[in-house]
């Protein structure tokens, strides 16, 4: 008994050709199948991207010391500023809602909290490379600047 002819298949097919089972040429923007039956083809519209499927950008290690710093400045750094309770917790929330809306604000709570690391010491932190050394060292210097 002879064997069967091999044929090609299609696995990135247009719709249409998948629903009435036949092979699609995958021919953009339109494939011959749709073309020939006047029938539109899901070529040309782009398929719906899930929003889950969506993978963020890595972190830069200048965005992650940015983050550790604000860490931070609501962990612990409020609470060295003042005594004054009613103080901490103004500090806590209003200074940084308000640092979402100013960058200058932000940058100066940057600065307080690299500023409080430096004077209680940094054994207790991390920065693993020198450019992170730099950018902390740049954060004291909005501090100063200010």
Known sequence: MPSR?????SRRGCQQC????????????ICLGCTKHGISCSFNTPPPQNPNSQIA???SSSQLLD???FHQFTSETYMSITDNLNIHKLYRTKIIDTAFQYDYL?????????FHLFRTG?????????SQNQQFESSLNLQVEM
């Open 5 to 9: 002819a091999s044929h090609l298949k």
């Open 18 to 29: 998948k629903k009435r089972r036949i092979k699609c040429d995958e021919t953009h923007p």
């Open 57 to 59: 950008d890595p972190v």
């Open 67 to 69: 983050l550790k710093l």
């Open 106 to 114: 932000l940058h100066a709570v940057l600065a307080v909290a690299a």
């Open 122 to 130: 940094l054994k207790s932190w991390n920065l693993e490379s020198r």
